[in-house]
């Protein structure tokens, strides 16, 4: 029997496959993209499928996806040094997945089922698990930063951290609904309707968050970039002005096109200093300043004139909430009010993903898809 599932081609044999893992065979093994060094770089290896434990399923990756943090690890900058403990280490956490196989214990999944991720694992009961807040976990780990991630043919994902994709969901957007619900949680940690926002950054997030205040219902979106591909894509993602902080004069810009006030909302998703500072010149008295994008080091800011007296409400942004974010994700996709597609902009085999770290680098993409098993779509 060939398995054939909705929007991908014809699947492993799943008997075929079970018996091969039964058989603990040496044919049971996948290609995966690991990090085996404490340097830049990463390598395509043939590694053992993992087994999933009595918690967890293994899923068969159809799409996985190219996160800032993977570029990071990829690079292996200061932060991953600093982050990374576990090598060698499968990378990635983006995924879209078919159910091969669950553990005794999961109930709510089963086979041939359609998942997407989220990837902070929870212990589910310590003082933020237990007040609802598991996405900031006190004893949390992170897929393909401290265990094995997803940029493989198969991965084992924690049965409470799957969440099922409906047929109205397409496949490729399952892969790119926890970064989408990165924006969706910093876009919509407070009131978005009727408000004027400005987005710093248009890298995938960004670009995310100005679909999603657009979908949901802000009137003036105005956004920062330097790179000219990316200044493309928020426009098409539905900014209404894009300025360039190395061209422009923005913070003139900003006040002409918020009659003189300031913009309601800042969403900061660069990490760069300077764009920091011009989002807190640019945002009105008790605007919300929404912080998503991390800085390299540690910054200065002067509290008094630009937080205090201009009582604004500063909120780090960290993941998704678990899983009220997911619905929310799911239910803007389900709406057919986000179109991610301009978003997508390059798709590559899963061995080509130097191709898609390097585009990454360059700044010249949207969100880069890998596709372990088909040919790319
Ligand atoms: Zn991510
Ligand atoms: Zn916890």
Same mark, same amino acid.
């Given at each position: ?16 496959? @079970? ?7 040496? @044919? ?5 993209? =690991? ?13 053992? +499928? ?10 068969? =990756?159809?799409?996985? %996806? ?27 956490? *983006? ?19 359609? +998942?997407?991720? *989220? ?16 996405? !900031? ?9 401290? +265990? ?11 049965? $409470? ?6 047929? $109205? &969901? ?7 609904? *926890?970064?989408?619900? /990165? ?7 407070? /009131? !978005? ?15 995310? %968050? ?10 003036? +979106?105005?956004? #920062?970039?330097? $790179? ?13 002005? =894009? ?46 300043? %929404? ?8 910054? *200065? ?11 604004? #409400?500063?909120?780090?942004? /960290? ?37 898609? @770290? ?9 969100? &880069? ?9």
């Amino acid at each position: 029997m060939r398995l054939k599932v909705k929007g991908g081609g014809t699947h492993l044999d799943l008997q075929h496959f @079970m018996a091969i893992i039964k058989a603990g065979t040496p @044919m049971a093994k996948m290609k995966a993209v =690991v990090k085996t060094k404490r340097a830049p770089g990463a390598e395509l290896c043939d590694i053992d +499928i993992p087994r999933p434990g009595p918690n967890e399923i293994l899923v068969k =990756v159809l799409a996985t %996806s190219i996160c800032g943090t993977d570029l990071h690890i990829f690079l292996w900058n200061e932060w991953a040094d600093h982050r990374i403990h576990r090598i060698p280490q499968i990378m990635g956490h *983006e995924v879209c997945g078919q159910v091969l196989d669950i553990g005794d214990q999961v109930k709510h999944i089963k086979k041939d089922d359609i +998942i997407s991720a *989220e990837t902070h694992i929870a212990c589910g009961h310590c003082y933020l698990c237990q007040t609802g807040n598991g996405h !900031i976990c006190i004893n949390g780990s992170i897929f393909g930063v401290d +265990i094995d991630g997803v940029f493989a043919e198969y991965a084992v994902v924690p049965a $409470n951290n799957a969440w099922l994709i409906d047929a $109205n &969901i397409p496949r490729d957007y399952g892969s790119i609904m *926890e970064p989408l619900g /990165n924006a969706v949680h910093t876009t919509l940690a407070g /009131n !978005i309707a009727a408000q004027t926002v400005l987005v710093t950054g248009c890298g995938p997030i960004g670009i995310m %968050s100005i679909a999603v205040a657009r979908a949901c219902g802000a009137t003036t +979106i105005i956004a #920062t970039e330097i $790179n000219e591909f990316r200044k493309q894509l928020a426009r098409q993602a539905g900014a209404d002005l =894009v300025l360039d902080p190395t061209a422009d004069d923005v913070a003139k810009q900003i006040k002409l096109a918020t009659d003189g006030l300031g913009v309601d909302v800042v969403i900061e998703m660069s990490g760069n200093p300077s764009a920091i500072r011009q989002g807190l010149d640019a945002i009105r008295p008790g605007g919300r300043f %929404s912080i998503l994008g991390i800085p390299d080091k540690p910054l *200065e800011i002067d509290w008094g004139p630009n937080i205090i007296f201009k009582y604004i #409400t500063v909120q780090g942004i /960290n993941g998704r909430l678990m899983f009220s974010t997911w619905h929310q994700t799911a239910r803007l996709l389900r709406s057919g009010r986000l179109d991610l597609e301009p978003i997508i902009t390059h798709r590559f085999r899963l061995e080509e993903f130097e191709k898609g @770290m390097d585009l990454m680098k360059s700044g010249n993409c949207g969100k &880069i898809l890998l596709y372990p098993h088909e040919n790319v779509p």
